[in-house]
C-alpha cells in the first residue's frame, strides 16, 4: 500500500496484516553533482515502487523522506528517529530504509529498529522503460533474503 487516500482506507481495514513500512531516503541538491542525485532518487523511488507491488498487504510505502546534500546528519537521523517512534506507536513492526546514498551506511548503528536497505543506483534513464521492471525485480531478489530475515525475527 502507499501513502494515498485509497490505500489508506484499505489499511485501515486490514492494519492487523500491514506491519511493515518502507521509507524512501533521498539527497537532493543543485551542486555540481545533481543529476547523479537525481539518478539515485529516480532509482530509490522505482524501488520502492516495485516492493510495494509485491508485498501489498503486508507493507506501507510513506512518502520519500527527503534531506539536503549540505544538512547535517545527525540532525537527519533525529528527524528520521522521530518518523521511527511514531510509526512504532502506530503498529508497524518493522520499518526499512531504502537508499542509494551509501553515506547511510556510516550512520546504520545509529538507526535502531529499523533496517537499512542500501541499493547503488543504476541510471535508469538508460533502460528502455519495458526493461526496467525486469532490472527493479533483479535489484529486489538481492533484498529478499534480508527482508524475510527481519520478518522472521521475533520482535
Known amino acids: 500500500m502507499r501513502f494515498k487516500t485509497a490505500d489508506i482506507d484499505t489499511y485501515l481495514q486490514s ?6 513500512a ?5 539527497e537532493s541538491t543543485w551542486a555540481a553533482d545533481a543529476k547523479t542525485v537525481a539518478q539515485a532518487v529516480e532509482f530509490t523511488q522505482a524501488l520502492t515502487d516495485e516492493m510495494e507491488r ?5 507493507i506501507m510505502q510513506f512518502p520519500l523522506f527527503g534531506y ?13 528517529m522521530l518518523w521511527q517512534k511514531d ?3 502506530n503498529g508497524f513492526k518493522h520499518i526499512f530504509l531504502v537508499t542509494a546514498d551509501a553515506n547511510w551506511k ?3 548503528n545509529e ?8 541499493v547503488p543506483a543504476l ?5 528502455e522503460q519495458k526493461n526496467r521492471k525486469k532490472v527493479m525485480d533483479g535489484q529486489l531478489q538481492q533484498l529478499l533474503p534480508i527482508i524475510t530475515a527481519v520478518w522472521q525475527e521475533k520482535v
Open 123 to 127: 541510471p535508469l534513464e538508460y533502460i
Open 54 to 58: 509485491q508485498f501489498k498487504g503486508r
Open 15 to 20: 492494519k492487523d496484516y500491514v506491519d511493515t
Open 68 to 80: 539536503a546534500k549540505s544538512e547535517n546528519r545527525e540532525q537527519v537521523v533525529e528527524r528520521l
Open 87 to 89: 510509526l512504532k506507536e
Open 22 to 26: 518502507v521509507i524512501p531516503l533521498v
Open 111 to 118: 538507526l535502531s529498529h529499523m533496517t537499512l536497505l542500501f
Open 106 to 108: 556510516q550512520l546504520e
